[in-house]
Each structure stands twice: as structure tokens, then as C-alpha cells.
């Protein structure tokens, strides 16, 4: 799963996604509940919005109920999952604007961050979810990426502990945007829920600063 990722800066958004980035601040670096950019469809284009990465949102997670994280949703069960289903069912796709996201590697025994992103450098898109909030300040925008099994893919097998369940997130391919985020059916939607090419990928060692 994915639970750590770097946003792409300004100067590079609109470029790459073909609408402005949002107004307001964010972490070059997102975590969980962390503000960060989605990009959504909007008629015939496209807008920019932040989000807070998890689709509940600690603060929205009832008193008494033990926390649980919400960033990613696996998509072979996203339509059963309470906290994602009425979103999936709905629609509400978006694309998640990412440099690299981040995963742990064990392959010298022990955990060691590793930096995954496309092997040209380019800032690319993760497939989301996103759902609207009302809170005492208004509205608020959350999201969550999908995720698919990874056991056999050449590069994301490689990532998590051992023994446990390899996931990979869904990149969609720049041509891909406008249809992905104007699917109007499920099965349109899962036409595009595939794993990423792992010859279109690089991945290196980028342990975090003390």
C-alpha cells in the first residue's frame, strides 16, 4: 500500500495535467491526512482541488472506534467497502498528481525507503477516489488511490515485507485522463484499473532524512 508520496511542484503541473494547480499550500511530501492535489473532471475539462489524503479523515472516525487508514482501496473489493463503495458507485474518480511515491524495500533485511516513480522523470497519475465532507468550516474534499495485487509484477513484488501481500497503485496514461475521469459505468471504470508497465518504471533507494 501507499502511504507516502511526493507531489509534483507548480511549475511542472500545469504542463502535465493540463489545468492550473489549486490555490492554497501543501507538503512536497503527503502523508495521511496530509492536504494534497486532485484533479477531477470538471464538464468537458478539468479542475484542481485539495484533498486530504485518506478518504475518512482521522477527525471523522467516530469516538470509541479504533482508527483505521483509508489511503488506499483495493480495487478487486472497492465496491463492498463501506468507507469507499458510495464513492466507486457514484463515480467520483480522480487523478492523484505524483513525482514519486514511496514503499518500503526488505531485500537487505531490514526496511529501507525506496523512491518509485516512471523512468523518464516525469510527474504521472495515480487513479483516486474522492468523496465531500461537511464539517463546522464548510466542505472538504478527501481521497484515497486504488490499489491492485502485485504478487507477480517485476518491480512492486519487490516492496513490503515478506510474506505479506504485495500492492501496487493504478497509473493512468496521460492519453487515459479525460476518460478516466469521465467514466460513467463501473465497467468503464475497471477497463482502466491495470497494473503499471514495469519496463515504464524506475525505482532507487531514497531513505529519509534525518
Known amino acids: 500500500m501507499c502511504t507516502n508520496y511526493r507531489v509534483p511542484d507548480r511549475q511542472l503541473f500545469s504542463d502535465k495535467y ?5 490555490s492554497g499550500e501543501w507538503r512536497d511530501e503527503v502523508y495521511k491526512d496530509y492536504f494534497a492535489p486532485i484533479i477531477r473532471g470538471d464538464g468537458d475539462g478539468r479542475r484542481s482541488d ?3 489524503f485518506g478518504m475518512v479523515p482521522r477527525e471523522k472516525i467516530p469516538q470509541g472506534v479504533r ?3 483509508t489511503m488506499n482501496a483495493r480495487a478487486e473489493t472497492v465496491g463492498e467497502k463501506r468507507s469507499f463503495s458510495g464513492a466507486w458507485k457514484k463515480q467520483q474518480l480522480c487523478l492523484i498528481p505524483v513525482q514519486v511515491f514511496y ?3 526488505y531485500e537487505t533485511g531490514k ?3 525506496w523512491a518509485i516513480g516512471m523512468a523518464d522523470g516525469d510527474p504521472f497519475a495515480i487513479a483516486g477516489l474522492w468523496r465531500e465532507w461537511e464539517g463546522e468550516g464548510g466542505s472538504r474534499l478527501s481521497f484515497t488511490m486504488l490499489t491492485l495485487s502485485a504478487d507477480n509484477h517485476p518491480l512492486m ?3 513490503h515485507k515478506p510474506g505479506s501481500e504485495k500492492r501496487s497503485v493504478i497509473i493512468i496514461r496521460p492519453d487515459d485522463y479525460d476518460d478516466w475521469l469521465a467514466a460513467r459505468s463501473i465497467d ?3 477497463s482502466f484499473v491495470v497494473l503499471p508497465d514495469a519496463k515504464e518504471m524506475s525505482a532507487h533507494a531514497s531513505p529519509k532524512a534525518v
Open 67 to 69: 482508527v483505521f487508514d
Open 18 to 22: 493540463g489545468v492550473a494547480a489549486p
Open 50 to 52: 485539495l484533498a486530504s
Open 188 to 190: 468503464e471504470a475497471r
Open 111 to 113: 526496511a529501507v525507503r
Open 157 to 159: 513484488k519487490r516492496f
Open 103 to 105: 514503499e518500503p524495500d
